[in-house]
């Protein structure tokens, strides 16, 4: 991330918590104790933000300031509500289109999706809190600013959104090379939310599980694999064909 986002200090993170900044990450140093300290704690998990503890050699690594234990990273964007950005859609007569990206780490893959979701007029990107490539400079920048037009919302879990777009009427497609259906037949043409998986392990089986429909990308080579964003476009351009059908 870059410098301008780096804050450091118990006060002036107590304080930025306090002004409701968009925090995207804190590392606070194991084993610190005293008022300020635990102030800084109890206000963040009031405010819902999980930190991170580590050793002060880290922290030591971030900055030469005098960091007094505790280092955060202002986000570079504002997030958004779900629900509020599905009911909108559905309010205005637009058929919602989100995506949800469950445990994509590379920000490379984040910022091209982020740039292809623009492009397809995706409604809303969803991530989760952790196990996420972080919403930072170098994302924004290989999305060509994409993640400053698309909405990206933030989830405790991915799963808490999956059930959040069922009870609002979406379908939830999960892409996964293990369908039996390929993405021709995904239900692409009515409200969904499309998960897309990390490079190794794919979707999590869970959310597998809990989808309404799974989408394979029929393949004939060898490799038999495509990177994440590059199956982002394909799946996301197969919702466009079909709503423009």
């Known amino acids: 991330m870059e410098n301008d986002q780096l804050i450091y200090g118990l006060r002036p993170i107590l304080q930025a918590v306090q002004d409701n900044q968009t925090i995207e990450k804190v590392f606070l140093q194991k084993g610190l104790s005293g008022s300020l300290y ?3 704690e109890g206000t963040l998990r009031d405010a819902g933000i999980e930190p991170k503890y580590v050793p002060v050699e ?14 955060a990273y202002l986000s570079p964007i504002d997030f958004f509500d779900l629900e509020e950005i599905i009911v909108a859609a559905q309010e205005q007569g637009r058929i919602p289109l989100i995506l949800a990206l469950d445990r994509i780490t590379d920000v490379r893959n984040f910022g091209a999706i982020a740039r ?3 492009c397809c007029g995706v409604d809303a990107i969803v991530i989760p809190k952790n196990d996420s490539a ?3 400079a170098d994302a924004i ?3 060509t600013g994409a993640l400053l037009e698309v909405p990206v919302c933030k989830v405790a879990h991915i799963k808490d959104a999956l059930f959040l777009a069922q009870s609002l009427g979406l379908k939830v497609i999960a892409a996964t090379e293990k369908s039996e259906t390929d993405m021709y037949a995904a239900p692409f043409m009515e409200g969904c939310m499309l998960i ?3 490079e190794e392990t794919g979707v999590h089986k869970s959310l597998i599980q809990l989808s309404d429909a799974q989408a394979l990308i029929p393949m004939s080579g060898q490799i038999n694999s495509l990177n994440v964003s590059v199956a982002t476009g394909v799946l996301l351009y197969e919702a466009v064909r079909q709503r423009k059908a």
Request: no cysteine; proline share 3%.
């Open 134 to 136: 972080p919403v930072s």
């Open 116 to 118: 292809t979701a623009d």
């Open 58 to 71: 880290k922290l030591d690594r971030v900055t030469r300031g005098n960091h007094q234990g505790a280092v």
């Open 38 to 40: 635990s102030q800084l």
């Open 141 to 143: 920048r290989t999305s």
């Open 196 to 198: 897309m998986g990390n």
